[in-house]
């Protein structure tokens, strides 16, 4: 199936304003996380405040692109605050937001992975949140058999028929190291989704022809898995150098599924 791939290059807040209404299955994304990085028109260190108004605005403003049935997975991480040494749970905040946004959590997901660093003066960090949001409660897409986890214990009457069970609420996928970005000739991105799990995520919130919406696209690892799964995406992103990044990973890595 051929698919279509945008990328918008801005403020993912007032490009979201382009966007036509009711016409995203499903959001993926992982905001800034406000720890200083630069993305060029973008400072990443602003006021908490700021921080969270930005991410009520993204969840808010993508009600209205969203189908009716539609989807928003929002990804954070426990962070240090530089100041008091305390780790805030950006978890617990966004959940927050997106209820005053007017969204429903279905689940947090908890992505956990190794590969990370080791600090001496707390236990090393090896998770990650990941918030599905969901604009109607009783009305949303959840393609159960469409990723459903192989049995271990094969011929038992009492498995369910449909060849799989029900993937648990914590997920196990590696990081993108340092050495694969640097085999994909991406070892400039500071941070990536690992494409199975953005895989996993649009087949049980889609179906093929529909559109996938990332508004802080970074890298296009969202728009890869729509590709490879014959769903179509929308990416924004506001560091111009990102959008030929996305190009070479959606000529270079599609691998159809």
């Not at 009492?158 to 991406?186: H, Q």
Request: glycine fraction near 6%; include cysteine.
């Amino acid at each position: 199936m051929k698919t279509k791939h945008t990328i918008i290059t801005g403020n993912s807040v007032s490009k979201l304003d382009k966007i036509e209404s009711h016409s995203i299955s499903s959001v993926i994304t992982s905001p800034p996380y406000n720890i200083g990085k630069d993305y060029g028109e973008y400072k990443d260190k602003v006021d908490r405040n700021n921080w969270e108004e930005l991410i009520f605005n993204i969840l808010n403003k993508s009600k209205r692109v969203l189908k009716p049935n539609g989807s928003f997975f929002l990804n954070v991480s426990p962070i240090p605050d530089k100041k008091t040494k305390e780790i805030i749970p950006l978890d617990a905040v966004c959940y927050g937001i997106g209820k005053e946004a007017g969204y429903y959590l279905r689940n947090s997901i908890i992505w956990n992975f190794n590969n990370m660093q080791n600090p001496t003066k707390r236990l090393s960090g090896r998770w990650e949140s990941i918030l599905w949001f969901v604009k109607d409660i009783d009305n949303y897409i959840f393609n159960l058999d469409d990723i459903r986890i192989p049995y271990i214990t094969k011929n038992d009457k009492r498995l369910s028929p449909t060849g799989g069970r029900n993937p648990t609420d914590v997920w196990y996928f590696d990081r993108v190291n340092n050495m694969t970005k640097k085999k994909i000739g991406l070892s400039e991105v500071p941070t990536m989704f690992p494409t199975p799990m953005i895989e996993r995520i649009i087949k049980m919130s889609t179906k093929k022809g529909d559109i996938v919406l990332d508004p802080f696209a970074g890298s296009g690892t969202t728009a890869l898995a729509a590709k490879n799964l014959s769903r179509n995406s929308v990416s924004i992103e506001i560091d111009k150098k990102y959008k030929e990044i996305i190009l070479k990973r959606l000529k270079l890595e599609h691998e159809p599924k």
